[in-house]
Every structure is written in structure tokens, then in C-alpha cells.
């Protein structure tokens, strides 16, 4: 599909990001086509809310080409800038989304239901509708009249109640390609040695720039670098290393996540240099390549397949909600030993 690109954000994103679903948006609404609800499902960051809105601007458009919105006529500057009078949009107020706010919807489409005058909501993080809200919603997008569209964006489907899902069109959008996951790394300024270990940790763009977020990855990454040479010198530092530089970075469960994560691949990268002669650039610590390389001749394969093991315990120990500290000290003390 060899789209022009125009000067429109969300055109571009959608057309950029997920070509195949924005095109069969286009297809439909030309074909009229088009269900009453959708839930456009995917990660953070995979083009969900730029392809609602595309599909929008294709609704309105009066300017079209081959099918696509202009992004510049004044039906569709005024969907971009939220102030088209037919479009409204919902999103969480605070951690929910409210029945009120459900409510507030209805009566403004009703006081502007222009007989026969399609209107369109978009409904962003819709797994944030508490179940008043989400039930309240139900009757508004079975209407029968076919003038009303709604989109529903979902970075997890499984939080949506099963009556709401059953209503609606279910669209899963695919993570970004590789390359193109690569490009928007660039764009934020990581260094492309740091891409493999990047995307071991998310594959979600929004993930990504908060963990690059007053550098957490740059000194979560030293950490544990700095670990693991302790651990690999068998030097007991590796165990203060843990109370020292790795729990100043913990602040909530998802730094947990990635230290244990980043912790694990480390060795997964040597067991792959062991195994398979993994090159520099598919391993996830680049920067170490070299190092790593050379201690895996000095240890054996059953060694690292047990302290791989004894990593992935952390995972359950996580589970149970045992003390962080206490996992990591005890994992450092057991892979000692192993090293012993
Ligand atoms: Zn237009």
C-alpha cells in the first residue's frame, strides 16, 4: 500500500504503525461497512488510538483520496484537535473510568442526536471502565440505529467483561515489527547496543521510554553488570552489590521485574555464546560481549543451565511476595556456590 504522507499526527502514525488494519478501516468505511463497536486491542504504543482516529477522519473526510481521509479539511482538523462536535472521547479519571462519565456521554450525544447525524466515541484504556460504567455502556453501543460508532481502546482485553467483548468487533493489533520497534528506539535516543536488552524487557514503545526515564535503564544495567562480574570472579562483593547498588533503583514491582530480567539474561547471553556462538549482536548485553566470551570457556554448560534454573526460582519467589532483598541475596549466595 504506498500511501502519501500528510501533516496529520495520527494519519501518519496509523498508516506508519499498523498499514494492514488502517487500510481495512478505509475498505470499510467506503464499503459502508462499518460495525457499531470495536475493541482495538494491543500494547501501548502499537497505533490503536491513531488508527480510531484515522478511521474517524475516514467517517467524516469530505476531501478524500483512493479511499483516505485528508487530515487537513476542517472535519478532520477538528476530530485531531478533539473539538469535532460529533466525536467525543472518554478516558480514565484518575484509575477508572466511571459510570458518570458513561452517563455524561449518553445525555451529551442524545441533546446533540441530530436525527440520522452519526456520531462517534472513542473510549481509551476501556479495561479501566468500572462495572457500572462498563454495563451503562452496553445499551448505548447496541443501538440499532447505525448512526453511532465506538471505538474501545484496550491494552488488555481480558479485564473487559465478557458482555462488552461480545459486542463488539475484536481487533488485536500486532506488536510493532522489529525494525520498526528499532526506529522508534532511535527517536528516543537509545543506543543501539542497548536495543537487544531493551526489548527483552518490553516490547511496548511507552514501556520502553519510561524505563529510559532518569536513566533507570543505563544504572540498572551497570548494576548488574557489576554483579555479575563479582559473581563471575566468585567475589562476595556480588552480594553487596545487591543492598548497595541494585535496591536504591527498586521503587515498585516492575523495576523488581526488570532487574530479575536483566539478572537472567546475563547468563541466558553466555549460555547462548557457550551453546550456539551466539555473534555481538544477538545477545542482549552487547557491551559485554567481549568479557562474557571470555569466562565462558571456564565454566561448564550444566553450571549455567543450574544457575539459570536458580534465577528463574526468583520468578516464584516474586510470586509469594517474598521480601526483594531477601530473594536476590539468597540467589547471589546460591549461585556462589555453584561457582564455588
Ligand atoms: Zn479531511
Known sequence: MEFNMSDNIFLDEAIKKQPGITQHFFDMVNNNDLSHAYLLNGNSGVGKKATAMSATMALFCKNKTNEKP???????????????????????????IKVDQVRTL????????????????????????????????LKFIEEPSGDVVSFLLSTNKNLILPTIISRTQVIDFPALSNHFFDTELSNIKVNPNDFNLLKSLTNSLETAINLMDDDWFDKAKLAVEKWFNYLYKKDYCAFTTIQIEIMPL???????????????????????????????????????????????????????????????????????????????????????????
Not at 72 to 96: A, K, L, M, W
Not at 106 to 126: D, M, N, Q
Not at 253 to 275: A, G, H, P, T, V
Not at 287 to 307: P, R, Y
Request: neutral net charge; glycine residues 4%.
Open 106 to 137: 449518553k445525555a451529551e450525544f442524545s441533546k446533540r442526536g441530530v436525527e440520522g447525524r452519526l456520531k462517534v466515541f472513542i473510549i481509551v484504556a476501556a479495561e479501566k471502565m468500572t462495572d457500572n460504567a462498563a454495563n451503562s455502556l
Open 70 to 96: 485528508c487530515g487537513e479539511c476542517n472535519e478532520c482538523r477538528r476530530i485531531t484537535e478533539g473539538q469535532h462536535p460529533d466525536v467525543v472521547f472518554i478516558q480514565p479519571d484518575g484509575q477508572s
Open 250 to 340: 527498586i521503587k515498585d514491582k516492575d523495576n523488581k521485574q526488570n532487574i530479575i530480567n536483566m539478572m537472567l539474561q546475563i547468563w541466558r547471553d553466555m549460555l547462548s555464546i557457550k551453546y550456539l556462538n551466539s555473534p555481538k549482536d544477538e545477545i542482549d548485553f552487547v557491551d559485554d560481549f567481549n568479557n562474557i566470551n571470555h569466562f565462558v570457556d571456564n565454566i561448564t554448560s550444566v553450571k549455567l543451565i543450574s544457575i539459570i534454573q536458580i534465577m528463574l526460582e526468583c520468578n516464584n519467589k516474586m510470586a509469594i511476595n517474598l521480601n526483594f532483598q531477601n530473594i536476590l541475596e539468597s540467589t547471589t549466595l546460591k549461585i556462589l556456590s555453584k561457582l564455588k
